[in-house]
T-cell receptor, first 111, second 114 residues
């Protein structure tokens, strides 16, 4: 089973920041938080990952709470093309290194 | 850089028939994954290869599903015989190494079993 819980769906106005929350209260010390998104009829696409520090790349920012039990993915200026299902995944740095996807958050960016 | 290629993109078969899917990973990627994604759910890992060896196939229904990765490059996933509940999108992904942070996904094959 997935180790994360996410809201089923969210709406965001175009041009505004989209903040997608994720709870991972049972995360272990060596487990990273990963975010992927899946645009309709495409395979998932990697966005960002982090361990305990906040991370930023050209696509998004990842804010992880100090206790690491939750995180937020931030899309700073959402566009219509950001409409997708966003998956938050917790993965350790040992064993098979596999991802276990949950059902994700369906983000709809509104014009 | 070419992405992960999959074929066919769509397939419709009747139950009890067999079907095969093909995947060509990104050149140089040692790790290859097959996922099953049922409508409304996240992808579920079926099997994971490191070169031509199996790393994890714990979720693969071995009575009807089989997969191989000959020569550690291309891979095929077969279902024989298919059931109605096998209707799903089958996604192939690859990564540079087993420990790589990022997996690259193909577009998937949409299977409909009638």
């Amino acid at each position: 089973d997935a180790k994360t819980t996410q809201p089923t769906s969210m709406d965001c106005a175009e041009g505004r920041a989209a903040n997608l929350p994720c709870n991972h209260s049972t995360i272990s010390g060596n487990e990273y938080v990963y975010w992927y998104r899946q645009i309709h009829s495409q395979g998932p696409q990697y966005i960002i990952h982090g361990l305990k520090n906040n991370e930023t790349n050209e696509m998004a920012s990842l804010i992880i709470t100090e206790d690491r039990k939750s995180s937020t993915l931030i899309l700073p200026h959402a566009t219509l093309r950001d409409t997708a299902v966003y998956y938050c995944i917790v993965r350790g740095d040992s064993g098979t290194y596999k991802y276990i996807f949950g059902t994700g958050t369906r983000l709809k960016v509104l014009a | 850089e070419a992405g992960v290629a999959q074929s066919p993109r769509y397939k419709i078969i009747e139950k009890r028939q067999s079907v095969a899917f093909w995947c060509n990973p990104i050149s140089g990627h040692a790790t290859l994954y097959w996922y099953q994604q049922i409508l409304g759910q996240g992808p579920k890992l079926l099997i994971q290869f490191q070169n031509n060896g199996v790393v994890d196939d714990s979720q693969l229904p071995k009575d009807r599903f089989s997969a191989e990765r000959l020569k550690g490059v291309d891979s095929t996933l077969k279902i024989q015989p298919a059931k109605l509940e096998d209707s799903a999108v089958y996604l192939c992904a690859s990564s540079l190494e087993l420990t790589s942070r990022e997996q690259y996904f193909g577009p998937g094959t949409r299977l409909t079993v009638t």
